[in-house]
């Protein structure tokens, strides 16, 4: 089946700094989706992706579709305590109008203040 | 405008026992999402509705577990005869359209956590 992986799994970095994660799929794909979860709260859509190639910024916050369509990485600059969180990618590969999405596991990123 | 709501939000029951979860969706969303979480993991998919289709029910990890949807809004995800691996958090999420760009954007809820003793 398809296969989605994110890394890193978890992040502990200093306040200031610059953070990149990824994730890669083993097919290709047409959408990608960047989430990230508070502790007890469902996850809150960061940035969405649907053309390859496609570089969307939200604030701090870089994500780009990979041009091969098999990946997507998500640049946060200048990190702040309340990035803390779990960040998730996720895609959609189903042709027609199936919206079901694959999750990648998650990465945990850690502030230091 | 309000989100997506989910009750209760935390149960406690003993194994064996059903539960019900519910899940009220954005207003005018058309497609609804139940998944799992268990700690310090990502979502499991465990089904969709999606309009007025039958509902993609290729998530859920046995015959325990049922959902419904009644008038295209509120859901509801039955588990019946809890086990103590069924503990996690349950999400609901839900989106706007059927077709365009963003019916790919999912909005969730903040979760059911589910506990079995």
């Known amino acids: 089946g398809q296969q989605l992986n994110q890394s890193p799994q978890s992040m502990f970095i200093q306040e200031g700094e610059d953070v990149s994660m990824n994730c890669t799929s083993s097919?290709?794909?047409?959408?990608w989706l960047w989430y990230k979860q508070d502790p007890g709260e469902g996850p809150v859509l960061l940035i969405a992706?649907?053309?390859a190639g496609e570089l969307t910024s939200n604030g701090r916050l870089t994500a780009q579709f990979g041009i091969t369509r098999k990946d997507s990485f998500l640049n946060i600059s200048a990190s702040i305590p309340s990035d803390v969180g779990i960040y998730f990618c996720?895609?959609?590969?189903?042709?027609?109008?199936?919206?079901?999405?694959?999750w990648g596991l998650g990465t945990s990123l850690a502030v230091n203040p | 405008g309000a989100g997506v709501s989910q009750s209760p939000s935390n149960k406690v029951t003993e194994k064996g026992k059903d539960v019900e979860l519910r899940c009220d969706p954005i207003?005018?969303?058309?497609?609804l999402y139940w998944y799992r979480q268990s700690l310090g993991q990502g979502l499991e998919f465990l089904i969709y509705?999606?309009?007025?289709?039958?509902?993609?029910k290729s998530g859920l990890p046995s015959d325990r577990f049922s959902a419904e949807r009644t008038g295209g809004s509120v859901s509801t995800l039955t588990i019946q005869r809890t086990q103590q691996e069924d503990s996690a958090v349950y999400l609901c999420?839900?989106?706007?359209?059927?077709?365009?760009?963003?019916?790919?954007?999912?909005?969730f809820g903040p979760g059911t956590r589910l506990t079995v003793t």
């Open positions: 207003s005018g969303h058309t497609a």
């Open positions: 097919s290709i794909f047409n959408t």
């Open positions: 509705f999606q309009g007025n289709s039958a509902p993609d």
């Open positions: 996720a895609l959609n590969t189903h042709a027609g109008n199936n919206r079901k999405l694959i």
């Open positions: 999420a839900s989106s706007l359209a059927t077709t365009g760009w963003s019916s790919y954007e999912q909005y």
């Open positions: 992706l649907y053309k």
